[in-house]
């Protein structure tokens, strides 16, 4: 049913995920984006950004996706990051955020999965009847928040030991290479 993605196809997509997400931060930043409907916005404006980006490199593959893939995309950044603060703000969040590095990470990798795999359920939908095994996709935004997580997590720590040390550019640039 489907023919597997180009390497071309897969750098198109890993450099407008990572710019969309930069753009994010961003706005989150000057948003400062830390009460719940901030952060509802902050996160509506990135399913909507990466969600027509996405939308739009599939539709070279995948004719009359961008509208679906766009609101599957925001569907999911919202249960995303609703999951993702929620966790951040619970009590347990508090405790891991506040532990050993190790396990700051390796709450970081449980709650990117559940992050990712939210993420991931909407697209699915849309990937239904367009390609073999449409539940993969859940499995790799999973793998991939689980991953991402802990690395940003990792990413903020290390420039934030090296602040004075290192020019601003150099965290930009980790987090930008994390992305």
Same mark, same amino acid.
């Given at each position: 049913?489907?023919?597997?993605?180009?390497?071309?196809?897969?750098?198109?997509?890993?450099?407008?995920?990572?710019?969309?997400?930069?753009?994010?931060?961003?706005?989150?930043?000057?948003?400062?984006?830390?009460?719940?409907?901030?952060?509802?916005?902050?996160?509506?404006?990135?399913?909507?950004?990466?969600?027509?980006?996405?939308?739009?490199?599939?539709?070279?593959?995948?004719?009359?996706?961008?509208?679906?893939?766009?609101? *599957?995309?925001?569907?999911?950044?919202?249960?995303?990051?609703?999951?993702?603060?929620?966790?951040?703000?619970?009590?347990?969040?508090?405790?891991?955020?506040?532990?050993?590095?190790?396990?700051?990470?390796?709450?970081?990798?449980?709650?990117?999965?559940?992050?990712? *795999? *939210? *993420?991931?359920?909407?697209?699915?939908?849309?990937?239904?009847?367009?390609?073999?095994?449409?539940?993969?996709?859940?499995?790799?935004?999973?793998?991939?928040?689980?991953?991402?997580?802990?690395?940003?997590?990792?990413?903020?720590?290390?420039?934030?030991?090296?602040?004075?040390?290192?020019?601003?550019?150099?965290?930009?640039?980790?987090?930008?290479?994390?992305?």
């Amino acid at each position: 049913m489907t023919r597997e993605p180009s390497w071309p196809f897969v750098v198109r997509w890993a450099v407008a995920y990572a710019a969309t997400e930069c753009v994010v931060v961003v706005v989150a930043s000057l948003t400062l984006a830390t009460t719940w409907p901030w952060v509802v916005l902050v996160a509506a404006i990135e399913g909507a950004l990466l969600g027509l980006v996405q939308g739009r490199l599939l539709h070279d593959l995948r004719p009359h996706i961008v509208r679906d893939w766009t609101l *599957a995309t925001i569907a999911g950044v919202l249960l995303g990051r609703a999951i993702e603060f929620a966790g951040d703000g619970s009590p347990l969040g508090g405790t891991i955020l506040s532990g050993p590095l190790a396990l700051q990470i390796a709450g970081g990798a449980a709650l990117g999965a559940l992050v990712g *795999a *939210a *993420a991931g359920s909407f697209q699915s939908l849309i990937l239904r009847g367009r390609i073999d095994r449409p539940g993969r996709w859940v499995v790799v935004c999973a793998l991939a928040w689980a991953v991402g997580l802990p690395s940003l997590l990792l990413a903020g720590f290390a420039t934030g030991q090296l602040s004075g040390a290192v020019p601003v550019w150099h965290a930009v640039v980790a987090i930008l290479t994390v992305f």
